[in-house]
């Protein structure tokens, strides 16, 4: 009975729930169009960065989680300045493009304010996708990503790499994950044929074996479901949300065989001990088997000073420089250990600066078209 009922109540109940969404928009579109027009007469670096004059004319790069969120409201569901450079081939030096995948409830431009300058100013090529927004719905509903189920975001994301490669002639792309964005391509490389087309997979707050964060809901969820005859969760907009549950159909899939790795991917697993979305971490730590390349990184390993959680992790110079050195082939970053406030992900002294302090010496310091001067040494 209750499976009937759900069969039948529960994608209406989901439609409606959408429904109010979309109206919601439609109720709010003046004030919405009022804000951008304000927003559009600031320059883009005073809407996306923070720090002084002098601060701001040294670098692009500004370390705060939140740094894409500016972007958004200036050019909503655009690009963020130096990602989506089709047509152009990828320097020698890097010849995979790096392509950025957000987590839940991000998007192109609202996760990656700090990545694309930290990226492209290192020399490589940069692409940014929204994926899995809700069907039919308009902006800003439509910046949130992550909101349908995995495999349908895996086939978007799959698209996507097709045209990155087609687009740089490229053989292979290199992918930087963050949260629901590690999945997604994990699992276009084990059941959607991607495997050939990624060579290094960089995953920030890695969630392979899903989280428990929410457990404690479940009880709740399934007493509305005996008592309504309607599972919640397919209620609930974000329909990637029940898959990233621990021990979810999903998860035991994507983990089938020995784990999620493909052989032939190299992958780098960057965690927070204090990730409160992933628990518990070590969910983004699992081992590799004995055809697979894993790298696990806990960012507090040698530095506790470093508060990032769930997505502040995203904004932390110590994660950037592991990022950078997982990506780059030709020279290693220094990892700096600075006091970072969680959140936000920043230096609590300063939320700008160009790559991330003691990795300066080694900055190959792009100027302009494809020059990549040698790294100066200590």
Known sequence: MTNLLHRHWGRPVAAVVTAGMRAGQRVSAPALWAARRIVRRLPIERVAAIGDDETQAKTKVVYDFFSGIGPELADPGGTLPGANRWGRPCHPERPNPVILVHGTGGGAQTNWGTYVPLLTDAGFSVFTLTYGAIEGS???????????????SAEE?????????????????????????????????????????????????????????????????????????????????CRA???????????????????????GIRYTNISTMRDELVTPYTSGQVEGGPDDSVVNIVLQAGCPRDLSDHLGI????????????????????????????????????????????LITPFAPGLIGGHDLPAARSR
């Open 138 to 152: 308009r902006w800003p509903i439509s910046a949130l990503g992550g909101m349908r189920r995995i495999e349908e």
């Open 314 to 357: 995203c904004g932390s110079p110590r994660a950037a420089a592991m990022v950078l050195n997982a990506l780059d082939d030709h020279r290693e970053w220094a990892i700096p250990c600075r006091l970072v406030s969680p959140f936000f992900g920043s230096p609590l002294l300063a939320r700008t600066g160009g790559l991330p302090q």
């Open 241 to 263: 949300l029940p898959q990233m549950m621990r021990g979810s159909l999903f998860l035991r899939r994507l983990n089938g065989g020995g784990g999620p790795y493909v052989p």
């Open 157 to 237: 994301f799959g698209a996507f790499v097709d045209r990155v490669l087609a687009s740089t002639g490229a053989e292979r792309v290199d992918v930087v994950g963050h949260s629901q964005g590690t999945l997604v391509p994990a699992y276009w490389a084990k059941f959607l044929g991607g495997a050939d087309r990624i060579d290094k997979y960089v995953s920030l707050a890695p969630l392979w074996e899903g989280t428990a964060a929410f457990s404690e809901s479940r009880p709740v969820m399934a007493a509305l479901g005996d008592a309504l005859g309607i599972d919640p969760s397919a209620v609930v907009p």
